[in-house]
């Protein structure tokens, strides 16, 4: 499978995968702390991904590699927002939010910032301008959290 389809069949694939480490970080936060949960958490995935890289799969390879161009020296800092996502989202989905609360506002934050970061061009991603349909967009991702929420109590 390739294209379009191949895309958001991944990216539905990442959101449930997010889901399910949320859920285990979260368990292991409430016996442990939410910092050893992170650390637990990255220190797995970095095997994951030296086992992924070490296999030599072509699935995970980036479909439009240009070895001729170096990353700039801040790219290398994302592990930072993941740790700091991973620590907060297992302090939340301890509290009031839960597991469903604590996704569904983390992805009105990513929404949001995601489109300020489309229109501004923030971090090298291809600038774009804002829609009509991208204000109809953040309104209802935010009133379907808020009802998830404000239903679960």
Known sequence: MTGRSADWLSALASGALLAVMIACNGL????SA???ASWVAHGTGAAAAMLLVAGGSRIFRHREARP???APAWAYLGGVPGALTVV???ITTNGPLALSGTIAFMLVGQVVFG???DYAGLFGVAKRRFAATD???VAL???GSLLL???GR
């Open 28 to 31: 292991l936060a409430r016996h």
């Open 34 to 36: 939410p910092v050893f």
């Open 68 to 70: 001729q161009q170096k």
């Open 88 to 90: 907060l989202a297992a």
């Open 115 to 117: 489109m300020a970061m």
């Open 135 to 137: 204000v109809a967009v």
């Open 141 to 143: 991702v935010l009133g």
């Open 149 to 151: 929420v404000a239903g």
